[in-house]
T-cell receptor
Framework: GAVVSQHPSWVICKSGTSVKIECRSL??????MFWYRQFPKQSLMLMAT?????????EQGVEKDKFLINHASLTLSTLTVTSAHPEDSSFYIC????????????FGNGTRLTVT | QKEVEQNSGPLSVPEGAIASLNCTYS??????FFWYRQYSGKSPELIMF????GDKEDGRFTAQLNKASQYVSLLIRDSQPSDSATYLC????????????FGKGTHLIIQP
């Protein structure tokens, strides 16, 4: 089945620094990848849709200048949390689907970000 | 506004019984539906997906879809303690380019 690899699995950083999270589709090409965020005991919230070769589409309320997304190839999307603050501490999960209509989403293992 | 609703639970079911998880969705344009299982601190794992009205069976799992009632369910037969997790229902409108809309999840506890 489709495999999505996400790195790192956890990261601790100081307030004000930036953190980059990578998401790779290992055995399929993903023109579209999705970035979700999940706070404890909450559901997944879509942050943005990452489109290969073009700008990401951000959901309402998500700051595009704070959460930088780059989708430079069909197998790699990156999310950079800039000037991180403690309130950005969360579980970030990327996902991707194949090119066929209604292809299910497959998730990376997630990145636990803790900002101190 | 696309919404997916689930009872947050916890839903407690004795081992060996059938666990029934329910989900409703608001957008009639939703075309495909997914059930994910999420263990605490882990990423969601796809259990089943369903596109057509009726039942779809895969091992101990059965997904049921009723588009007229905008209702999706997941049945787990012969429940095992390892089935204890949060189950997320998700709906997808259109093909390909849109992310899924997730419910808040139902916390299922299988009692040994």
């Amino acid at each position: 089945g489709a495999v999505v690899s996400q790195h790192p699995s956890w990261v601790i950083c100081k307030s004000g620094t930036s953190v980059k999270i990578e998401c790779r589709s290992l055995d399929f090409q993903a023109t579209t990848m999705f970035w979700y965020r999940q706070f404890p005991k909450q559901s997944l919230m879509l942050m943005a849709t990452s489109n290969e070769g073009s700008k990401a589409t951000y959901e309402q309320g998500v700051e595009k200048d704070k959460f930088l997304i780059n989708h430079a190839s069909l197998t790699l999307s990156t999310l950079t949390v800039t000037s991180a603050h403690p309130e950005d501490s969360s579980f970030y999960i990327c996902s991707a689907s194949g090119t066929a209509d209604n292809s299910p989403l497959h998730f990376g293992n997630g990145t636990r970000l803790t900002v101190t | 506004q696309k919404e997916v609703e689930q009872n947050s639970g916890p839903l407690s079911v004795p081992e060996g019984a059938i666990a029934s998880l329910n989900c409703t969705y608001s957008d009639r344009g939703s075309q495909s539906f997914f059930w994910y299982r999420q263990y605490s601190g882990k990423s969601p794992e796809l259990i089943m997906f369903i596109y057509s009205n009726g039942d779809k069976e895969d091992g101990r799992f059965t997904a049921q879809l009723n588009k007229a009632s905008q209702y999706v369910s997941l049945l787990i037969r012969d429940s095992q303690p390892s089935d204890s997790a949060t189950y997320l229902c998700a709906a997808h409108v259109g093909g390909g380019a849109d992310g899924l809309t997730f419910g808040k999840g139902t916390h299922l506890i299988i009692q040994p």
